[in-house]
């Protein structure tokens, strides 16, 4: 269903609006004073880190690109219309094959190929130590290679956005050159790297810390370590995962101060969230116990987490709930900022010119619920007669 004209009440602005769209873009939006003050209209969500959800995963040998365009659907309901398919540390045969069907899945028509909005790859080129490496496997976990990153781009067709290591192997420097120079935007994580280390790739073109608090050591020095370093370079955007089990709310708070705008939320969802509690078999991690409060972690050491269970849009009503952040604080960190970071603006924005990537909510007494998503202009979750009453 196409929609061309939308009113209700800006959620980063707090007033009325009445939005119009063509050709799948945001043509004009103009302030109302007769808009349906129950209903609120966000840009779509835009995630960085998604294994899987729903038993689809995204890591698996046998993923198709109908696979792809279904996991954009079930993330739809959520509210997220742009994300990064993340795959992690495997063989490079492997890489290379899912990479390859991924960028299968953004060439082929349909309501969901404009959601794929790169790849974020996560690994190899990682900690091997255990704390850091986290739930990679560590057979192939191993130092920076050029020729085998650029075999993986060739197989994403230029698709890899963002790319994940840790900055404590020889030759670690000269790689994140590379990958600047060609555009690819590079992450510290899972990492055990030193000060310098992570100094000398921050001058070298590293933009953004992962998961930054998470994939580390159980205990660490108080000072220096990592995470303060990580913490305290002004350089450094970092993405935080706020599903309320992998970091404590403290850390959030100063993590939200060091960094200001340029802390960005992510899911970092597992291929298990959306399923029923109990022990998995998982691409990340192995053996796997999914609880009953959400918690995803080894079967064989409870300590490790295995990915997130909880969407963004669940992440958005803890941190309003804890009052970490005000709503529309908390919203564009999920939206704006990550499409801003990875140069993709005004992707994630309500103003004319924008892709026409829209969320329809209501709040409740749990927060905010998704009642319609649109993408590119065309409704692809929720109840028409929402719209339709809406004109």
Known sequence: MRVDRLRGVHLLWGRGVELEIAHGRIVALSP???????LLIAP???DLQVNGYGGIDLNSPDLTPDDLHALAGQLAAWGVTSFLPTVITNSDDALEQLLAVIARARA?????AGALIGVHLEGPFISPEEGPRGA???RWVRPPDWEAFARWQRAAEGAIRLHTLSPEWPGSQE???RCAADGVIVAIGHTSASPEQIQRAVAAGARLSTHLGNGAHPMLPRHPNYIWEQLACDELWASFIADGL???DAFIKVLLRAKGRRAVLVSDLAPLAGLPPGRYTSSVGGDVLLTPDGRLQLASNPSLLAGATRTQLQAINHLVAVGLCARADAWRRASTLPAELLGLWPLGTLRPGAPADLVVLREGSEGLRVLATIKGGELVHGDPK???CNR
């Not at 109302?32 to 129950?38: H, R, Y």
């Not at 082929?108 to 969901?112: A, K, L």
């Open 136 to 138: 990679h496997d560590p």
């Open 175 to 177: 790689f994140i050159a």
């Open 246 to 248: 992998h970091l404590p």
């Open 108 to 112: 082929t028509p349909g309501p969901f």
């Open 44 to 46: 779509g969500l835009v």
């Open 32 to 38: 109302t004073e007769g808009a349906p003050e129950e």
């Open 386 to 388: 929402i719209i339709a």
